[in-house]
């Protein structure tokens, strides 16, 4: 490690940094602007300067910008020499000479980074007195609002929209002095990623517009550590709640799953929580009065539970606790899976393969690392979009790094590491049913059917591993192409196989398991990822309970069964009819949600059961990882408590979240861990808790003051060591507790660098959550050899597929306004060539009939799309649930 003296003091730093990363490192204050740890240095802002010296001799110096300077042995450089701090606070003055002095009114007020740094540079004092230059905003979409004004020009955000997220439609355009950074015509921001330029923007003028929606300073949020509930990745999330409403969800750093960023149905899909169409009220329908007391329920619970006919039907959305709670309500023999059969077999083989140990279940982290992926059926673009994300940045990465290597540059210096790396991208395969965005950045593409893409990827594993049968010698074209892929991961030092189980074929998960284990025998450090549906398919799945259909199975052999359904929609997870038919055979029906829908509408005994940031739990993500999320507020309402707790009171079991977790561990050896993945509820630092609210949190007393004077106690929680007060530590606490970033002099999400063991690093400590799903020491495992028959299509009827859509396919972030305004209307998909046979254009309509029931939709046509395949979308809420995977019968209306 390099040894640099900084201000007549020597420090150790980290090789291959520039000083800006090494200063922030070492716990300097240095301002910056266009630096990002996950954006590398530009120098544009030129705020960063600092003085450097040749040697003990050199007096005057030279002033450079800190995150161009890269650290070598012997540097001696000073931050507070007076050159330089004029130098700095001159800068600022030349920034604001535009910038309007709207802090009271502008959503970044108070953790504003432009703020801090024009404290931290000194600069106190407006000196310009002429006219200001002045733009346009443009309307942005449902997500984003625009304030071009308060522009500083430190290139931030083009640069994270179009070199990061690869997204077009925003960029910067100038004439004379003249620079705006905005869309050429104004319009919805194309990019599921577009939520990040609130956080990327260091001040106002790129916010969060459903946050303006229901304004509230930040410093006024009481906040805590989250899990998204919207997908299987679960990204790490903070979420803020004033007067009893989720105002705004940001992110929470984990460097090992989704590092800075989030999708934007993570970031704006909570307005579930807000939603009028909450369950607030307990009731026993069929009484004089449904609404009861929480006595009254329980009294009848009770009674009703404890005659030992009871089954109970689990949720891939509810949280460990909950799931295992139910599980033991009734009985682990009488426990189900609120997914369908398909689902659950196919989750099964995942689950398997992966407690096998043959193969590493990677991170995200992983992932990003890798030299060379390949994406075996699955639309990760719609159904794990930071994924996507992260593909996309391991393919750029590892152009960088071909870069870099061949001549001495270092890899932050950005600019000048893609002007030499152009158009060179790293390796990836992408294999799907339909186009993907990541096309435009595949090496090779592949649209082809379910089954063909699993001989795809049989035929890949065959060439890395001759003891496999290859495809026959006439799909000539598919075996060129599967030898070149063979290849390239063959060659990569750390290939990556993601799959998932979204086109509904389990030859496709074995297909990528054959070629992780072949890839592995070859000796690669190669992972696999398996994406899942819901935010806790994989905790549902660990528990290794049957599917839906056999619970539906169990009622026809015995009449009049009670069945207990925790957070799940029965109408989402099976077609209407055997839906009907399940609710037919049912004694009494008890369910306990968040939101009123078709099942609580069935329900005989309806509890409100509190969503993510009303209560405390535990997800599983897809790699296996057991995460913790916390209660974020307290509902007045004391009927809105976590579904678990529920279920502990009826069976008059513990409610202590720490108890619980400890018979998880005994009761389901596979959540081994569970107990240690965050700190205890009794964890203290220095006596104290750790307060959900800023210390600059305000008008506590004034929320009260139209029913009393001063403010009432503040909500105790026993499951947790966080406080819903102000008061309590103020220093850094354990990853896992972390509620905001704040540190003195960095009120702005910027004070992440200060809880980072080095800027862009873990989080000190190390990042949450617990692997439960491990790679073996000494992995065993055997190839699958049962390849399936080449696809056919057949003469009058098509394999129906679903199509997953980012906004729009989520049950709970359809209620966000802006969510729901965006997501598709409902359609069906042909190839050109089926449309043409059929006499049809797009927005002609079709009738689908499936099960003796028609389905008519407008047909879109999609030009890559297999003959032979029929897509629809999955999850919106004017489509029927189909059974996706069957062969169903399209004619033209």
């Not at 304030?147 to 355009?173: H, K, P, S, T, W």
Request: hydrophobic share 35%.
């Amino acid at each position: 490690m390099p040894t640099i003296r900084i201000d007549d003091k020597d420090y150790e730093v980290r090789d291959g940094k520039n000083l800006l990363e090494s200063c922030l490192a070492l716990g300097f204050d240095l301002p910056y602007f266009c630096w990002h740890p996950a954006m590398g240095s530009v120098g544009a802002c030129r705020q960063c300067a600092v003085k450097v010296f040749k040697d003990e001799q050199d007096t005057r110096g030279r002033l450079v910008m800190s995150c161009m300077e890269p650290v070598k042995e012997g540097l001696r450089l000073s931050i507070v020499d007076p050159a330089a701090k004029a130098f700095r606070e001159q800068v600022i003055e030349w920034l604001m000479t535009n910038h309007p002095h709207d802090c009271p009114v502008c959503d970044e007020g108070g953790s504003c980074h432009l703020q801090d740094m024009t404290v931290m540079t000194g600069h106190d004092y407006r000196r310009y007195q002429y006219r200001k230059r002045t733009y346009q905003n443009q309307y942005l979409g449902p997500f984003i609002h625009h304030e071009m004004n308060r522009c500083i020009q430190c290139y931030r955000c083009v640069r994270f929209y179009r070199d990061i997220a690869g997204g077009e439609d925003l960029n910067v355009y100038a004439a004379h002095d003249h620079i705006y950074f905005g869309r050429e015509k104004e319009g919805v921001l194309q990019s599921p990623f577009s939520g990040n330029l609130a956080e990327i923007c260091p001040t106002g003028v790129f916010t969060d517009k459903t946050l303006k929606a229901h304004y509230t300073r930040k410093w006024d949020l009481t906040n805590a550590g989250s899990v998204c509930p919207h997908c299987s990745l679960g990204c790490n999330i903070f979420a803020g709640e004033r007067y009893g409403e989720i105002r705004c969800i940001t992110n929470r750093f984990n460097s090992e799953v989704n590092g800075y960023f989030l999708c934007d149905k993570g970031r704006f899909g909570y307005e579930f929580v807000n939603s009028e169409n909450r369950i607030r009220q307990p009731l026993i329908r069929g009484r004089l009065v449904d609404a009861v007391s929480e006595d009254q329920l329980l009294e009848y619970l009770r009674h009703l539970t404890g005659n030992g006919n009871i089954i109970g039907i689990g949720s891939p959305r509810a949280s460990v606790e909950t799931n295992f709670s139910l599980m033991q309500l009734v009985g682990i023999d009488n426990f189900y899976q609120g997914v369908n059969e398909d689902t659950a077999f196919l989750q099964k083989r995942v689950t398997d393969i992966l407690e096998s140990g043959t193969l590493r279940s990677n991170s995200l982290r992983d992932i990003e690392s890798s030299d060379a992926i390949l994406v075996l059926g699955e639309d990760i673009w719609n159904t794990a979009p930071i994924m996507a994300l992260t593909v996309r940045q391991s393919v750029m990465k590892t152009a960088f790094s071909q870069t870099v290597q061949q001549i001495s540059l270092p890899s932050w210096n950005d600019i000048a590491v893609r002007e030499l790396t152009q158009e060179a991208r790293g390796y990836l395969a992408n294999a799907g049913t339909s186009g993907s965005p990541l096309d435009k950045l595949a090496t090779h593409h592949v649209q082809a059917a379910p089954d063909d893409i699993a001989r795809m990827g049989y035929a890949i594993a065959a060439h890395l591993d001759p003891s496999l049968p290859p495809l026959s010698k006439q799909e000539n074209e598919l075996t060129a192409r599967t030898g070149e892929i063979a290849l390239a991961l063959s060659l990569a030092r750390k290939p990556a196989i993601i799959s998932g189980i979204s086109a509904c074929n389990e030859a496709i998960l074995k297909a990528a398991y054959n070629i992780a284990w072949a890839l592995k025998r070859m000796g690669k450090e190669v992972g696999i990822s398996y994406v899942l549906p819901e935010c806790n398919s994989m905790g549902l799945a660990l528990t290794k309970a049957p599917s839906f259909e056999k619970a539906l199975g169990r009622l026809e052999r015995n009449t009049g069964t009670t069945v207990i359904v925790a957070e799940q929609d029965i109408y989402r997870c099976l077609p209407e009819e055997q839906a009907e038919m399940f609710f037919s055979k049912c004694g009494k029906i008890v369910v306990l949600d968040v939101l009123h829908n078709r099942t609580t509408e069935r329900a005989h005994v309806l509890i409100p059961s509190a969503s993510f940031a009303e209560g405390d739990g535990s997800f599983v993500n897809n790699e296996g990882r057991i995460q913790r999320f916390y209660k974020v507020y307290a509902p007045e309402n004391n009927n809105v408590i976590e579904g678990w707790k529920w279920l502990e009171r009826i069976g008059g079991g513990n409610e202590r979240i720490d108890q619980l977790h400890t018979m998880i561990e005994k009761g389901l050896s596979q959540f081994a861990g569970i107990s240690t993945e965050a700190p205890a509820a009794g964890f203290r630092i220095h006596g104290e808790a750790v307060p959900r609210e800023p210390h600059r949190y305000s008008g506590r007393t004034a929320m009260w003051a139209h029913l009393q004077v001063s403010e009432p106690k503040p909500h105790q929680d026993n499951n947790a060591p966080l406080s819903f007060t102000m008061e309590g530590y103020k220093g850094i606490p354990p990853a896992a507790i972390i509620p905001f970033y704040w540190a003195p002099g960095w009120n702005s999400v910027q004070a992440l660098n200060k809880y980072q063991e080095i800027p862009g690093g873990k989080l000190t400590g190390g990042n949450p959550g617990v692997r439960v799903l491990n790679e073996s020491a000494e992995p065993r495992g055997d190839f699958f050899t049962d390849m399936p028959e080449a696809f056919s299509a057949r003469r009058g009827r098509w394999l129906l597929l679903p199509a997953y859509h980012l906004l729009g396919s989520g049950e709970m972030s359809m209620e966000s306004r802006g969510i729901a305004e965006l997501s598709p209307e409902p359609y069906l998909a042909l190839s050109m060539q089926d449309a043409v046979a059929m006499n049809a254009t797009t927005g002609s309509t079709m009738v689908v009939q499936i099960m003796g029931k028609a389905y008519s939709l407008p047909l879109k046509i999609a030009e890559t799309l297999t003959d032979g395949l029929a897509v629809v979308p999955a999850g919106l809420p004017a489509m029927p649930v189909l059974p996706f995977g069957s062969w169903v019968e399209i004619v033209k209306k």
